[in-house]
Antibody, heavy 121, light 112 residues
Framework: VQLVESGGGLVKPGGSLRLSCAASGFSFTNAWMSWVRQAPGKGLEWVGRIKTKAHGGTTDYAAPLRGRFTISRDDSRNMLYLQMNSLNTEDTAVYYC?????????????WGQGTLVTVPS | QSVLTQPPSVSGAPGQRVTISCTGSSSNIGAGHDVHWYQQLPGAAPKLLIYGNNIRPSGVSDRFSGSKSGTSGSLAITGLRAEDEADYYCLSYDNDLSGSGVFGGGTKLTVL
């Protein structure tokens, strides 16, 4: 399993950014996926999850992020995306792309190396 | 303030046993959601240690074990080694948050 995030960088407050995650080594079409973030020196924060098309392709988000963040997937390219709008300093974090077990445990199983998003004050 | 409460730090000498608790409520762990545990070494991405409360993925040392009771989960590490020094996080899901995932605040393990 390999998950490679990209798209991070410096973005002005109020700006937008789209993160990408290239997945390989497993059946992406059959995998639930999620994003988790970690602010510098802080703990892990669940961002949101997207189910497979077979499970309706539905998305769930952490309540504080709903409306600003959007998760999508392109199964034809084995790609996961995170669109982030109206960014503020509190969104500064490393963003991890992950797989999610869909067999009933719903554990986050595999993690990418992360991509850093910085929103300066 | 995390929905799941972990002690900020624990410590132990090499060879000892330590436990890390993850205390939730009736809307998450107490509602039947599983507890999962992660280890994050300095500068690295988190790694799955325990899933489904007490199941070790292939390749994880049997020095790590998990349990769940009521509204809490627990991670035990036996035969402490220097390389176990890391941050540990629990994960579950919460019905009051529309089924969103919730992490504990994390516990820093120091091997003395």
């Amino acid at each position: 399993v390999q998950l490679v995030e990209s798209g991070g960088g410096l973005v002005k407050p109020g700006g937008s950014l789209r993160l990408s995650c290239a997945a390989s080594g497993f059946s992406f079409t059959n995998a639930w996926m999620s994003w988790v973030r970690q602010a510098p020196g802080k703990g892990l924060e669940w961002v949101g999850r997207i189910k497979t098309k077979a499970h309706g392709g539905t998305t769930d988000y952490a309540a504080p992020l709903r409306g600003r963040f959007t998760i999508s997937r392109d199964d034809s390219r084995n790609m996961l995306y995170l669109q982030m709008n109206s960014l503020n300093t509190e969104d500064t974090a490393v963003y991890y792309c992950t797989t999610v077990d869909s067999s009933g445990f719903y554990s986050i199983d595999y993690w990418g190396q992360g991509t850093l998003v910085t929103v300066p004050s | 303030q995390s929905v799941l409460t972990q002690p900020p730090s624990v410590s132990g000498a090499p060879g000892q046993r330590v436990t890390i608790s993850c205390t939730g409520s009736s809307s998450n762990i107490g509602a039947g959601h599983d507890v999962h545990w992660y280890q994050q070494l300095p500068g690295a991405a988190p790694k799955l240690l325990i899933y489904g409360n007490n199941i070790r993925p292939s390749g994880v040392s049997d020095r790590f074990s998990g349990s769940k009771s009521g509204t809490s989960g627990s991670l035990a590490i036996t035969g402490l080694r220097a390389e176990d020094e890391a941050d540990y996080y629990c994960l579950s899901y919460d019905n009051d948050l529309s089924g969103s995932g919730v992490f504990g605040g994390g516990t820093k393990l120091t091997v003395l």
